[in-house]
């Protein structure tokens, strides 16, 4: 750093003021930290190394700078479809973790008495061991799962140790997350995501979801640009999102109805003939049936189920109609279909509808279809794959359209909760606290004869373990490549920038072959990580050292064209009708479902949303970001300035939120940005674990809130179908 560090980039160096307070500097001023930074830079070893984040699924490519070892800057990889030079807050914030003075150092097992003590790793892997096999002899493999927020190495290493014990039950934190979202989109168009090309678009309409708040630096820097040149952009949102500085409208809606409002722009659509005649006709499948159920969809039907004006959803449409087909409903993400509601499975299918009808299917300016590299075959003698699993995963019959990457992993709380898992593991996943109602999971867990964590923290699902693994962070290890798809292809990889900071954390390639090992299943682990990583990286003709120096490789071109795409689904074409859904006992053709829980008089709506600074619960304990959450008040519910006036609530006041499942007390935020009758709580707070004492029942959680369902057909959590009161707390 030099003389023209500001406050601004002070804070945005949260990372390098961490590396210092481990090295014992401390808190400090700018101006001594400008100092330190001098002398540091000047008196130890200046090192460069590329990694990938692990604050979120998008694995921003970035580098880290080390000094005399201890890890001094982060800055986003230029190059890095989705990096693009930058790294956000969240980026900065699990960065630190490397430097927690609370991170996991050592494996643990759990008293009698509830309590925690430290063994070593031989005695963990014995132990475990002892117990799968025990499990895999009275209740064969079915009885164990695994629970996995999909990361490189994790997810290849997790699905080859559960595969090799006989189980097909691995699951990903999708139920939680996207698996509604994607689910819906495989039924229409083949595949769970799209994009919208935004450099070509004249409008997009968001539902729910903010890029300003969920930040991947590309798609905020899209968004920017978008509204910079005029794109119309339409934000569908009980709350005006951090993404409103961006927007050029703000729909507010009831929580839960987004899809009575698109159903509302097909029916103006179809009914005014705006729709793209050609695109349906060569295209689709299913539309005669589609649009004789869409007469019923009025903008007046619309406007009574989810309280946006007649006029605006036809205002929208006929805009829509016009810009196409440069306009798009944006995919969204966990938002508000993700995994929220009852039909958060028919919100995803219509978002894709409205596309359809506007015949923006790989139109510039439209919706995109691109296409992914992966590795190719390697060599199955030094790389054995464990025999298919002889019986189906857990969750597959009850929930057939849950997307067959992610599963349900509510079905294996609910195999719990009914006796029949035995063991499960977790790894980079903290279920209990994040993924459905907590009490529900720790009664399943409890009933379990072995949970194993693997994580770095100490989290409220560690705490629910019977033995809990520390992994390195992901600074501190190598990862299998990353392949990354769009109009152009690349592959990227997590090198090691810092050594081990605590050497009785292990990175998890080392854990899962040693529970492989100590499950007797070790001869599907005779490789090392590296050894894999090459074999996978010469299939796509890039060499580990040249992946190692350069962290991302564009491979080569795909050949991306504006096309209308070919659709996977079984009939090759989009789907307003599915075969697979009316199996399932769903309306096979997408159509009106309501909301599961509906607020009575005196109740509010209860919705949940990310914040630009945090990955879920995971970095609340860092001391920096716990900081300035805390200086800002960032735990707060927000609430309408109406409603807030009808109770007596000033901003900053204490306020009571309580449901059928908790009741909790938080300050509130007054503001004009909520719609009238509902309630909006960030969901990275309220931690359980004291473990973890900043971020210990600061603020609150809001999946407390929540009872437990699963969403019909998918399994998927419906994080926000809930109805909550509300009250001042007298001083």
């Not at 973790?97 to 008293?111: G, H, K, N, V, W």
């Not at 087909?325 to 938002?335: D, I, T």
């Not at 960032?634 to 939120?657: K, N, P, T, V, Y």
Request: aromatic fraction near 8%; glycine fraction near 10%; charged fraction near 20%.
């Amino acid at each position: 750093m030099n003389s023209s560090v500001t406050r601004r980039t002070f804070l945005k160096g949260s990372a390098a003021t961490a590396a210092l307070a481990a090295t014992g500097a401390g808190v400090c001023s700018l101006g001594a930290w400008q100092a330190e930074v001098a002398h540091a830079e000047g008196s130890y070893e200046r090192k460069e190394g590329a990694s990938l984040c692990n604050g979120c699924s998008s694995k921003c490519g970035l580098v880290a700078t080390t000094l005399g070892g201890q890890l001094f800057t982060l800055r986003g990889s230029d190059v890095h479809p989705y990096a693009k030079g930058t790294i956000c807050g969240r980026g900065h914030g699990v960065a630190q973790i490397a430097y927690s003075d609370e991170r996991l150092t050592q494996p643990m097992r759990r008293a009698a008495d509830g309590s925690f003590e430290a063994i070593d790793w031989d005695t963990a892997f014995s132990e475990i061991g002892a117990k799968v096999k025990d499990i895999l002899a009275k209740n064969g493999p079915e009885a164990l799962a695994i629970v996995q927020d999909p990361r490189p190495s994790g997810k290849e290493y997790s699905k080859r140790f559960i595969n090799a014990l006989g189980s097909a039950n691995i699951y990903t934190h999708g139920a939680a997350c996207n698996s509604s979202k994607e689910a819906g989109f495989a039924q229409t168009i083949g595949t769970g995501n799209f994009s919208v090309d935004f450099g070509n678009s004249k409008m997009v309409v968001f539902i729910g979801r903010s890029y300003g708040d969920g930040i991947r630096p590309s798609s905020v820097q899209s968004l920017a640009a978008a509204a910079d040149k005029g794109t119309r952009i339409v934000i569908v949102d009980p709350r005006l999102n951090n993404s409103g500085i961006f927007a050029t409208d703000w729909v507010s809606i009831k929580p839960g109805t987004d899809l009575a409002f698109l159903l509302g722009i097909c029916n103006v659509l179809i009914e005014e003939d705006l729709y793209d005649h050609e695109f349906v006709e060569q295209n689709a499948v299913g539309f005669d049936e589609f649009a004789a159920q869409a007469k019923e969809y009025t903008p007046a039907w619309a406007e009574q189920q989810c309280g946006v004006p007649a006029a605006t959803i036809e205002e929208i449409a006929r805009a829509l109609a016009k810009a196409a087909p440069a306009a798009a409903v944006e995919a969204s993400w966990r938002a508000a279909f993700g995994c929220a509601h009852q039909n958060s499975f028919d919100t995803a299918r219509a978002v894709t509808a409205v596309n359809a009808l506007l015949g923006s299917w790989g139109a510039k300016g439209g919706a995109l279809l691109t296409s992914s590299p992966k590795a190719g075959d390697i060599d199955k003698q030094k790389f054995p794959s464990a025999p298919k699993p002889e019986a189906k995963r857990v969750g597959d019959k009850e929930y057939p359209l849950a997307p067959s990457g992610m599963g349900s992993n509510l079905a294996v709380l609910q195999a719990a909760l009914d006796g029949a898992m035995k063991g499960v593991f977790f790894y980079n996943s903290n279920a209990v606290q994040g993924y459905a109602q907590p009490k529900v999971w720790r009664e399943g867990l409890e009933k379990t004869d072995l949970v194993v964590t693997i994580d770095v923290q100490m989290s409220e699902t560690a705490l629910a373990s019977d033995y809990v693994l520390p992994e390195c962070t992901y600074l501190e290890r190598m990862e299998l490549p990353e392949f990354i798809g769009g109009k152009k292809h690349y592959v990227a990889m997590r090198t090691q920038v810092l050594e081990p900071i605590h050497p009785e954390t292990k990175p998890c390639d080392e854990i899962f072959a040693g529970l492989a090992e100590a499950c007797g299943v070790g001869e599907y682990f005779p490789f090392t990580v590296e050894e894999l990583a090459a074999a996978q990286l010469e299939t796509v003709g890039v060499s580990l050292d040249e992946l190692k120096e350069k962290g991302i490789v564009e491979l080569p071109d795909p050949g991306f064209e504006y096309k209308t795409p070919k659709f996977k689904t079984p009939t090759e074409k989009f789907q307003f009708s599915s075969e697979a859904v009316g199996e399932a006992g769903l309306n096979p053709v997408i159509g009106w479902m309501p909301r599961l829980v509906e607020p009575k008089q005196g109740e509010f709506y209860l919705v949940g949303g990310k914040q630009g600074i945090h990955s879920h619960t995971m970095t609340q304990n860092v001391a920096t970001m716990n900081a300035i959450s805390r200086e800002y008040g960032l735990e707060r519910a927000w609430i309408s300035a109406q409603d807030a006036a009808d109770l007596g609530i000033a901003d900053g006041d204490m306020i009571e939120i309580a449901s059928s499942e908790h009741t909790g007390q938080v300050a509130a935020r007054v503001t004009q940005r909520m719609r009238p009758g509902v309630v909006f709580l960030p969901t990275h707070y309220g931690g359980s674990s004291p473990y973890q004492s900043r971020a210990y029942e600061f603020g609150l959680n809001m999946t407390d809130f929540v009872p437990f369902h699963m969403e019909p057909g998918t399994g998927a959590t419906m994080s926000q179908e809930v109805a909550v009161t509300v009250r001042k707390v007298e001083a």
